[in-house]
């Protein structure tokens, strides 16, 4: 999942910094789905748009700038179970849905009481 940036030396390095800062969650919704999904048809509809388009989407970024405006609320937000839904909300505003029972799933698995 890497693709190379363009801009600033400060704005790509920030960009990488922001992505290191949720891509590992991203790769673990893959396990999500497989986990959280009631049934296999439900686990391959979400598999696809995993691999389609949520893929798809963070491989797209060719301005460091896009990336950086578009998740750098991730990087500011402490708690995983915060990213998590951070993320969701993400892929929602680009039209990806990934059902809730799969996104509260992993979320309680990153839970930590504050």
Do not use: C, H, P
């Amino acid at each position: 999942m890497t693709t190379t940036l363009k801009g600033t030396e400060k704005q790509v390095k920030y960009a990488e910094d922001i992505k290191k800062g949720f891509i590992y969650l991203i790769e673990d919704l893959k396990n999500a789905i497989t986990k959280y999904s009631k049934d296999e048809e439900m686990a391959k509809k979400y598999m696809e748009i995993y691999n389609n388009e949520i893929i798809t989407l963070i491989n797209s970024y060719t301005e460091a700038s896009d990336l950086i405006n578009d998740w750098k609320e991730v990087l500011t937000t402490k708690y995983e179970a915060d990213k998590i839904m951070i993320i969701n909300n993400i892929l929602k505003q680009k039209e990806i849905k990934i059902t809730m029972r799969i996104i509260k799933g992993m979320k309680e698995e990153y839970f930590v009481e504050y």
